[in-house]
């Protein structure tokens, strides 16, 4: 859900789960179970947090990959955590790739196995002439 993408904007953003409650006037604890789905969040608690992270809700809400700019002033803080961020991404693309493959190899088998059936018929044509 969205909880795994606040914590990864948080990280590359370089806040503290402490800085982030303060920002948002809750507890620390409260604010954690937002960032493990155990909590919902509100209309207006997500607008707070999407403003605090530099990001719209959309982009807390979308499956798409969220664009983390830096201003200058923030240099490359947080850059570290980017390979983390798109990790299971990464997951979700090999589970794809792998399956793609896979599927691919069965569509060669069924061609080279039609191929073969034509070369047969042909030659069975032939024989008979």
Known sequence: MYGEKIRVIRELRG????HMASELGIAQNTYSKIETNQSK??????QKVAEVLGVSPV????NQPTIVNFEPNQGT?????????YS?????????V???DSEIAHLKEIIDSLI???ERLMDLLKSKA
């Open 15 to 18: 806040f503290s789960q402490e």
């Open 41 to 46: 969040l509100s209309a207006e608690t997500l």
């Open 59 to 62: 982009d807390i809400l979308s």
């Open 77 to 85: 803080q947080g850059i570290a955590h980017i390979e983390h961020f």
């Open 88 to 96: 299971y991404q990464r997951e979700f693309v090999e589970k794809m």
């Open 98 to 100: 792998a399956s793609k």
């Open 116 to 118: 073969k059936d034509k």
